[in-house]
């Protein structure tokens, strides 16, 4: 059984930073597809970083190329997200999800990834 459980939002003020954390049981992080995904009220789920375990692959969507960094520590079987110069579009439900897949294709599509965290909330204010 796959569980992943996030932590870290939080309410912050534009410029500002917070470092998301989903830690990871039923297996190993490091052998599957690892993504971010957000979901602001009205719109679309949006996968913002996604990385590939130990294969070196990342993927960051345009709106954050430069400022979110997705990271992993084996060791712990935790995935990252540090997220730096917040600004108020970047307020959503940031989920963490995974998926077992040997290919770094469709990354950058919600419904590639099997198992999801229930969400952290995450509000930039001006």
């Known amino acids: 059984q796959v569980q992943l459980v996030e932590s870290g939002g939080g309410l912050v003020q534009a410029g500002g930073s917070l470092r998301l954390a989903c830690a990871a049981s039923?297996?190993?992080?490091?052998?599957?597809?690892n993504g971010w995904v957000r979901q602001a009220p009205g719109k679309e789920r949006e996968v913002v970083a996604a990385e590939n375990g130990g294969g070196g692959s990342t993927y960051y969507a345009d709106s954050v190329k430069g400022r979110f960094t997705i990271s992993r520590d084996n060791v712990k079987n935790n995935l990252y997200l540090q997220m730096n110069i917040l600004i108020p579009e970047d307020t959503a439900v940031y989920y963490c999800?995974?998926?077992?897949?040997?290919?770094?294709?469709?990354?950058?599509?919600?419904?590639?990834?099997?198992?999801w965290g229930q969400g952290t909330q995450v509000t930039v204010s001006s």
């Open positions: 039923g297996r190993t992080v490091s052998t599957y597809l």
């Open positions: 999800a995974s998926t077992m897949s040997s290919t770094f294709v469709r990354v950058n599509v919600p419904s590639t990834y099997s198992y």
